[in-house]
């Protein structure tokens, strides 16, 4: 039990402090009680290395990859498919990435004010396999970068089409490309 000897004193905006209420009270919880959780759990993000706004974007992305039909797959299980996959029907299967990647991108635009952004922290946030995502911007140009010592050359192919997808549906245009194993390299212009 805390004493009021334990207890603090914190200002802030009486706007958000509304917010807080209703959320609150349709939650059936005390404002104290709702409080003290959010800063509980802003702390453990903390702990995992992320802010609390990276950890509610990353929620949101986690929610846009369900709302999407996506779903979790071990890697090897994945790797598995996508190579035989490639061996018995080489034109379908990248195809099918591509179109996945259209229709994940044509949500992002409709979700997210910078879908760019949003695609990035997606990449970053449901494949396990890369170990870098870098995303450059310059006036009309977007440059992809994705590393993976996982990815196998088909499987990094396919990455590179699933991106080639998403970006296109942004209204972008593929001015340069290099998927070598393990590696994508993407330019586009708009």
């Not at 509980?40 to 990353?58: D, I, V």
């Not at 190579?83 to 992002?108: A, F, Q, R, V």
């Not at 997210?112 to 997606?122: H, M, N, T």
């Given at each position: 039990m805390s004493s009021a000897k334990d207890k603090r004193l914190v200002y802030i905006p009486g706007n958000l402090v509304n917010d807080i209420k209703e959320v609150s009270r349709r939650r059936g919880e005390s404002l104290s009680l709702f409080v003290s959780d959010v800063l509980k759990l802003a702390l453990r993000a903390n702990r995992l290395g992320y802010s609390p706004k990276e950890a509610a974007e990353y929620l949101e992305i986690m929610q846009a990859q369900r709302n999407l039909g996506g779903a979790f797959v071990p890697l090897d299980v994945l790797t598995y498919l996508n190579d035989n996959d490639c061996k018995?029907?080489?034109?379908?299967?990248?195809?099918?990435?591509?179109?996945?990647?259209?229709?994940?991108?044509?949500?992002?635009?409709?979700?997210?004010?910078?879908?760019?952004?949003?695609?990035?922290?997606?990449?970053?946030?449901?494949?396990?396999d890369l170990s870098?995502?870098?995303?450059?911007?310059?006036?009309?140009?977007?440059?992809?970068?994705?590393?993976?010592?996982?990815?196998?050359?088909?499987?990094?192919?396919?990455?590179?089409?699933?991106?080639?997808?998403?970006?296109?549906?942004?209204?972008?245009?593929?001015?340069?490309?290099?998927?070598?194993?393990?590696?994508?390299l993407l330019d586009f212009k708009i």
């Amino acid at each position: 039990m805390s004493s009021a000897k334990d207890k603090r004193l914190v200002y802030i905006p009486g706007n958000l402090v509304n917010d807080i209420k209703e959320v609150s009270r349709r939650r059936g919880e005390s404002l104290s009680l709702f409080v003290s959780d959010v800063l509980k759990l802003a702390l453990r993000a903390n702990r995992l290395g992320y802010s609390p706004k990276e950890a509610a974007e990353y929620l949101e992305i986690m929610q846009a990859q369900r709302n999407l039909g996506g779903a979790f797959v071990p890697l090897d299980v994945l790797t598995y498919l996508n190579d035989n996959d490639c061996k018995t029907n080489e034109d379908m299967l990248p195809e099918k990435w591509y179109e996945s990647g259209i229709w994940h991108g044509k949500y992002l635009k409709e979700k997210f004010e910078d879908p760019v952004c949003a695609f990035k922290k997606f990449l970053k946030a449901t494949r396990w396999d890369l170990s870098e995502v870098e995303v450059k911007r310059t006036q009309n140009n977007v440059k992809f970068r994705c590393i993976s010592n996982l990815l196998t050359g088909a499987a990094t192919e396919l990455l590179a089409r699933f991106i080639e997808g998403a970006m296109h549906s942004f209204g972008y245009s593929t001015q340069k490309r290099d998927a070598l194993k393990g590696m994508v390299l993407l330019d586009f212009k708009i």
